[in-house]
């Protein structure tokens, strides 16, 4: 069992930048696919971010590609999700989820990860 918990979430003003951190126990998560997705009111859960296991790959949604960058901490069992020039449109929930065993081509779906965490609030004003 993984556990996840998310932080560094908070209200920023357009163009601010955010460090959300997601902590896990439980096992190292150094082998696992970590995954940031969000999720804003009334619309369904979307991918942010994931860095792969194999090859520590990193992949984006188009939305915060050149904005976002992801990155693990395996001393410390932690991945990062750094927002820079956040937008209004960025609010929501922000989750971290692991799964051991997902293939590339499934890694946006949130349904393949296995271990999430609570999520943390992101509000951007404009």
């Known amino acids: 069992q993984v556990q996840l918990v998310e932080s560094g979430g908070g209200l920023v003003q357009s163009g601010g930048s955010l460090r959300l951190s997601c902590a896990a126990s439980?096992?190292?998560?150094?082998?696992?696919?970590m995954g940031w997705f969000r999720q804003a009111p009334g619309k369904e859960r979307e991918s942010v971010a994931v860095?792969?296991?194999?090859?520590?790959?990193?992949y984006y949604t188009d939305s915060v590609k050149g904005r976002a960058t992801i990155s693990r901490d395996n001393a410390k069992n932690t991945v990062y999700l750094q927002m820079n020039s956040l937008k209004p449109e960025d609010t929501g929930v922000y989750f971290c989820?692991?799964?051991?065993?997902?293939?590339?081509?499934?890694?946006?779906?949130?349904?393949?990860?296995?271990?999430w965490g609570q999520g943390t609030q992101v509000t951007v004003s404009s």
């Open positions: 989820a692991a799964d051991s065993g997902i293939i590339i081509s499934s890694i946006f779906d949130a349904r393949q990860y296995d271990y």
């Open positions: 439980g096992r190292s998560i150094s082998t696992y696919t």
């Open positions: 860095l792969f296991r194999r090859g520590g790959n990193t």
